[in-house]
């Protein structure tokens, strides 16, 4: 991919709009449950932004705002009830907003991207996702990006497919 990458802290008062319309995308309302009217969802982003575990990000191409990320310590979050976490392994969650990116390849490297920025952090071995199950396109990015399936959980909003990539293997993969 020929195209700069770059990601920011979600500001509020700049994404509030665009994330509550990425959030009625049809390819994102099945999987994310956020199709909320206005003012519910901006109390869920204000929560969400005030919560020290996790970090938001829009992922833009070319300067084009198109990708929301979620990156948290799992230690803090309720995945870390499901399996037995090392106190620096790192989650993510992503979607890719406006329609007009989907289809083109963007996903994969997008998320080796943010995968790599996780793994900056040199106590960080692991990142997780939980993708739900249905979510056959996701998961396949994930496997191609070097996650592997480890086991179906329910969590209180979806059955999830449990996925880490370790480090080590991204290390072997990168360099063999």
Not at 54 to 65: A, C, K, N, Y
Not at 115 to 133: G, S, Y
Not at 152 to 167: G, N, S, T, V
Request: charged fraction near 25%; hydrophobic fraction near 35%.
């Amino acid at each position: 991919m020929n195209q700069t990458i770059t990601f920011r802290p979600v500001n509020f008062s700049e994404d509030i709009n665009r994330l509550h319309q990425w959030q009625k995308e049809p390819h994102v309302v099945p999987f994310w449950n956020l199709d909320i009217p206005r003012v519910q969802y901006e109390k869920h982003l204000l929560n969400f932004l005030a919560d020290t575990h996790q970090d938001l990000h829009i992922g833009s191409i070319e300067g084009v705002p198109m990708s929301y990320w979620e990156t948290y310590w799992v230690k803090d979050d309720i995945l870390g009830q499901h399996y037995d976490f090392h106190p620096e392994d790192q989650g993510i969650h992503l979607l890719i907003g406006p329609p007009s990116f989907l289809g083109k390849g963007y996903a994969q490297p997008l998320l080796e991207s943010m995968t790599a920025r996780l793994f900056e952090h040199p106590a960080t071995q692991k990142v997780v996702a939980e993708p739900d199950i249905r979510n056959k396109k996701m998961i396949h990015i994930f496997e191609k990006c070097g996650f592997r399936f480890q086991k179906e959980i329910e969590l209180p909003d979806k059955r999830a497919a449990l996925m880490f990539c370790h480090r080590k293997t991204k290390e072997e993969n990168r360099h063999g």
